[in-house]
């Protein structure tokens, strides 16, 4: 086949796998709809029926929601579904996927751009599950990140910066901020190689960078403005030390993104195994950066080793990333560590194609089979065992409490619910907003409060309640909890009020 034609095909088969991945998630266990996924589904609804637009998550002090803009033209017709919500986070990471591509053909070159585009659509471990979750800020974070390193690799190479080239740059670095604080322990490091080759270039560099980087949060600087600076207030930490945070990523953090521990700790391939693994990935993101290096004269040459050097310690200054169970702060030196692999992989293709005494198409054919059968490799060891230790592959239907729940609220007449967060949000977004929610009981996390309130006006009576099992503390229902019909449904206990019908 013309080589355009195996490039093309190649592509679609890495887009098939990611997808089937995908689907055995969304079909499995992992398939479930929590509250922070209704969340992001509901926030989305709000923005064209409510006129609701949000500049950060509500009851946070930060997180942008972008995604609720971006989705909302979708999902007003999607009729709650999981599929349509969950699918649209997938396609944000398909669009980070080429944006890392696009950084990596800026680095190195078009055959290491199309492995670490592969590598970040065919994602490790707890990245792949991530990919799945219709988390805000986590996608999206990804994609801005990746294009941060493509602009600044731009500039950093530019022997005079263009003020256009520098604005995209901080706009990307301030837009990255914005999604999430914790963006900035890469973006720091990215965006310092270009500051450091063009420290003299005021007018050029740092003004127009500086100046983007500050429009970019005019909407979060406003917000802060007007309700009295919550985001420098001081908050709880969970508790730890910058030490604790560092173990906790090497140990804990990155074996699971990596697909080699499982979310509640074990080594897929056993330990020692596992290990060794482990220690073959570090190696070769070694290898890679070295190959960068030493690859040119390009100042964009040291943008992925100084991300990496600088990111884990970087994260460890933040209290909030001591959580590691299920690897999602993987998700800050993905692109990095992809670009690098890519660059390992890529420099051993070259390696393969020079050796060739065949021809110049049958060295671009050993060189081919180098990238795919290291795009191969990583889905073997770091996706699928991964996945079959998780029961990823066996169907299950993770949301049939919530179709149990609401068809039995139609039934009775009830179309207001208190309850815990995790259970209350996910029956508003999957009723398309016909059954209204609040929340009760712990985590008091009032997301909507306009739901909050048509819940908290409406006649005890009328409202139902919906916990997990156990026994509720009393205080958190409207009525004495013995005037409530109990029913279990899937594995959560509804609480029908008096005047449930039937």
């Given at each position: 086949a ?6 093309v ?5 890495v ?9 055995f998630?969304?079909?499995?266990g992992f398939?479930?709809l ?5 969340y ?9 029926r409510?006129g609701r637009?949000?500049?950060?998550i509500?009851?946070n002090?930060?997180?942008?929601v ?15 579904s999981?599929?349509?919500l969950?699918?649209?986070?997938v ?5 980070a996927?080429v944006a890392?591509r ?14 670490a585009g592969?590598?970040i ?8 599950v991530?990919?799945?979750r219709?988390?805000?800020?986590y996608?999206?974070?990804?994609a ?7 602009a ?9 910066p ?9 706009f990307?670095?301030g837009?990255?901020?914005y999604i999430h604080?914790m ?9 310092s ?6 420290r003299?270039?005021?007018r050029?560099?740092?003004l127009?960078a ?6 970019a949060n005019?909407p979060f600087?406003?917000?802060n ?16 030390s910058y030490?604790?945070r ?5 140990t804990?953090?990155?074996p ?12 897929a ?10 220690a ?7 290898y890679g ?5 030493r690859?040119?004269r390009?100042?964009?040459r ?7 050097i600088?990111?884990?310690p970087?994260m ?8 590691v169970?299920?690897?999602r ?9 992809a670009i ?7 420099h051993?293709?070259?390696l ?5 005494r065949?021809g110049?198409?049958?060295a ?6 180098v ?10 060891v770091t996706v ?6 998780q029961?990823?592959f ?5 949301n049939?409490w919530?179709?149990?729940v ?13 309850g ?7 029956i508003e977004?999957r009723s398309?907003?016909?059954?209204r929610?609040?929340v ?11 739901s ?7 006649p005890?009576?009328q409202?139902?309640f919906?916990?997990?099992?156990g026994?509720p ?23 029908l009020?008096?005047?449930?019908e039937?």
């Amino acid at each position: 086949a013309p080589p355009h034609l195996r490039k093309v095909a190649l592509a679609a088969l890495v887009g098939a796998v990611g997808l089937a991945l995908r689907v055995f998630l969304l079909r499995s266990g992992f398939g479930d709809l929590n509250g922070d996924e209704a969340y992001a589904g509901l926030q989305s609804l709000g923005v064209l029926r409510d006129g609701r637009f949000p500049v950060v998550i509500d009851g946070n002090v930060y997180s942008a929601v972008i995604e609720a803009y971006l989705f909302s033209p979708v999902l007003v017709f999607a009729g709650g579904s999981v599929v349509v919500l969950k699918m649209l986070f997938v396609g944000m990471w398909g669009v980070a996927a080429v944006a890392t591509r696009g950084a990596a053909r800026r680095l190195i070159d078009r055959r290491a751009a199309a492995l670490a585009g592969a590598l970040i659509w065919l994602a490790p471990g707890a990245m792949m599950v991530l990919s799945t979750r219709a988390y805000v800020c986590y996608g999206l974070g990804l994609a801005v990140a990746a294009g941060t390193v493509w602009a600044t690799a731009v500039v950093a190479d530019q022997p005079t910066p263009a003020p256009r080239a520098s604005a995209a740059v901080g706009f990307l670095a301030g837009l990255g901020f914005y999604i999430h604080p914790m963006f900035i322990t890469v973006l720091i490091p990215v965006v310092s190689v270009a500051a450091l080759v063009h420290r003299r270039q005021l007018r050029r560099w740092w003004l127009p960078a500086v100046a983007a980087a500050f429009a970019a949060n005019v909407p979060f600087i406003g917000w802060n403005a007007a309700n009295g600076w919550p985001s420098l207030q001081s908050q709880l930490y969970p508790p730890g030390s910058y030490l604790d945070r560092l173990t906790g990523f090497i140990t804990g953090l990155l074996p699971r993104g990596f697909g080699l521990r499982t979310f509640d700790g074990r080594w897929a391939f056993g330990k020692p195994l596992g290990v060794l693994i482990y220690a073959v990935i570090i190696g070769a993101v070694v290898y890679g950066c070295v190959v960068l290096v030493r690859g040119g004269r390009r100042p964009s040459r040291w943008i992925v080793p100084v991300a990496l050097i600088s990111c884990l310690p970087l994260m460890a200054m933040l209290p909030h990333l001591i959580y590691v169970l299920d690897g999602r702060y993987t998700i800050l030196p993905l692109p990095f560590v992809a670009i690098a692999l890519s660059a390992a992989v890529a420099h051993v293709a070259r390696l393969a194609e020079g050796s060739s005494r065949e021809g110049s198409a049958r060295a671009e054919r050993r060189a081919t089979v180098v990238l795919v059968g290291a795009a191969a490799l990583w889905v073997a060891v770091t996706v699928v065992p991964f996945m079959q230790r998780q029961q990823a592959f066996d169907r299950v239907d993770a949301n049939a409490w919530q179709r149990a729940v609401i068809n039995r609220l139609d039934e009775v007449g009830i179309d207001r619910v208190a309850g815990a967060y995790w259970l209350v949000l996910p029956i508003e977004y999957r009723s398309d907003q016909a059954i209204r929610t609040a929340v009760a009981g712990n985590p008091y996390v009032i997301r909507f409060p306009l739901s909050q309130r048509l819940v908290e006006q409406t006649p005890p009576e009328q409202v139902a309640f919906l916990f997990a099992p156990g026994t509720p503390d009393p205080v958190w229902f409207y009525l004495p909890v013995d005037e409530y019909r109990q029913e279990d449904l899937g594995g959560v206990i509804l609480y029908l009020p008096p005047a449930a019908e039937g």
